[in-house]
């Protein structure tokens, strides 16, 4: 099992930028992906962007060229660098880890973004 915690969310202006961070313990060297996936008021939970094991990454089409997935393997922490915000991308953000088909989440990072 993976414990996940996030981090780093807020208040930002349009045009603005923010960096999330997801630190991981427990079963992490068993994590085949992870990943970031937000969470609007009223919508469903949608995936912004993975990376795995391998370092491969996808991203949903409107965090392509403004969103960034990284990872620091030494501190077991993947971050989401978030640049060029925009009101559409205020939402509760999550950051999911992946052994198999087991999905663990943190408890989700709040990100508003003002225009």
């Known amino acids: 099992q993976v414990q996940l915690v996030e981090s780093g969310g807020g208040l930002v202006q349009a045009g603005g930028s923010l960096r999330l961070s997801c630190a991981a313990s427990?079963?992490?060297?068993?994590?085949?992906?992870t990943a970031w996936y937000r969470q609007a008021p009223g919508k469903q939970r949608e995936l912004v962007a993975g990376?795995?094991?391998?370092?491969?990454?996808n991203y949903e089409d409107s965090a392509k060229g403004r969103f960034t997935i990284s990872r620091d393997n030494a501190k077991n922490t993947v971050f989401l660098q978030m640049n060029s915000l925009k009101p559409e991308d205020t939402a509760v953000y999550y950051c999911?880890?992946?052994?198999?088909?087991?999905?663990?989440w943190g408890q989700g990072t709040q990100v508003t973004v003002s225009s």
């Open positions: 999911n880890a992946r052994i198999g088909v087991i999905m663990s």
């Open positions: 427990g079963s992490i060297f068993s994590i085949n992906a």
């Open positions: 990376i795995t094991s391998g370092g491969r990454t």
